[in-house]
């Protein structure tokens, strides 16, 4: 990460360095930190969200789990396998926008082929690609795909000609080993060294590494915790299992709406639901962790304010005892930060609160 050095607090979360302790040991320490359990409240200018966290673990694991060598061949058979489709297509009459790709092509039609002849054969048998304003077709390929899949693929991209693609046709496309088309963009040094992408190879050894690192966590096992309220949630194990459903985890964030009207439902019903328990006339199912809603909440009230010509009123008043994400939402709303006083008891302080109210009226 680069920015300049006046930008530099505006940088998310924490960033970790390099050092060494009293003893001459290397050791890491927080270099620079943005979140309000380091710094004054009113400067705290990162709301990362446990939601968003959550995923650059999972993805720290996917690494740990797979190594340099695991991450090589699966990318390498994603490679081979879009090479092979990229050759075909271009056997076909299509043409590829770029020689240099990795995972992803982008098709031009034939002469006499339309795009909507191709996304029509590509839905028929249940394969969605991408539709771009000007024509041309999208296709990427992962680690899920199968050599079924690739025919299939061949298949759409064989308008005009077969519709479908012989055995011996199929043998051929993908008998040799491609060349590669990554160009410059090749990677030749090495990557993930460290110690613990190599130790960590079975799903036993990675469960029990990642149960090592919760046990150096606090939580609520051992005490109460200052912070992290959002991870507080305790869901139950038959309260996520849905979530390893096909029918839930396995849809495309992007695919047309006519295949995701069970997802549709679902929104809708649990919007209706929480506007009959909160009296609200609507609700946003947008914001996909608490951080973010509290951005979404401050943007929306903004946005209100500038509407009916009140721009100026920037200051947001956040109490003591509120989540640290608070302030740094607002700061990246454009707004001040001014705290307001709790009582013994953990109540705002109503005194308070009135003195700042008239205070920045």
Aim: proline letters at 4%; one cysteine or more; glycine letters at 6%.
């Amino acid at each position: 990460i680069a920015c300049r050095e006046e930008l530099k607090r505006r940088l998310p979360g924490r960033l970790v360095g390099v050092s060494v302790d009293a003893k001459g040991r290397t050791v890491y320490r927080l270099a620079l930190q943005t979140r309000e359990t380091h710094i004054r409240r009113e400067r705290a200018t990162s709301n990362i969200c446990t939601a968003q966290a959550l995923l650059a673990n999972m993805s720290g694991m996917y690494a740990v789990y797979h190594g340099p060598r695991g991450l090589r061949d699966i990318a390498s058979r994603v490679h081979q396998l879009t090479v092979c489709l990229a050759e075909y297509i271009e056997a076909q009459g299509h043409t590829l926008a770029s020689q240099t790709f990795f995972d992803t092509l982008t098709v031009q039609p034939a002469p006499g082929v339309s795009q909507a002849d191709i996304i029509h054969a590509a839905a028929d048998l249940k394969i969605n690609l991408r539709v771009l304003d000007d024509g041309r077709v999208g296709v990427s390929v992962d680690e899920t795909v199968t050599a079924s899949d690739l025919r299939d693929l061949m298949v759409v991209f064989s308008i005009g000609g077969p519709q479908t693609v012989s055995d011996a046709a199929f043998a051929e496309a993908t008998a040799a080993t491609p060349s590669s088309r990554l160009g410059d963009f090749a990677r030749e040094t090495e990557f993930l060294q460290h110690p613990t992408f190599h130790r960590y190879r079975s799903e036993t050894e990675l469960m029990r590494y990642c149960k090592q690192l919760e046990n150096r966590d606090m939580s609520l096992v051992h005490s109460m915790t200052p912070l992290g309220s959002c991870t507080m949630k305790l869901n139950s194990a038959v309260q996520m299992l849905p979530l390893s459903w096909p029918e839930l985890s396995s849809l495309h964030p992007h695919c047309p709406p006519d295949q995701a009207k069970g997802y549709l439902q679902l929104f809708d019903e649990i919007r209706q639901d929480l506007c009959t328990l909160s009296g609200y006339d609507e609700v946003s199912l947008q914001p996909t962790s608490g951080a973010s809603g509290e951005y979404a909440g401050l943007r929306a009230i903004r946005e209100y304010q500038a509407s009916i010509g009140e721009s100026h009123r920037d200051v947001c008043l956040i109490p003591a005892s509120a989540h640290g994400t608070n302030p740094a939402s607002a700061a990246m709303c454009g707004m001040r930060t001014v705290g307001v006083k709790v009582t013994s008891k953990g109540a705002v302080d109503v005194a308070d609160v009135t003195r700042k109210c008239e205070e920045h009226a």
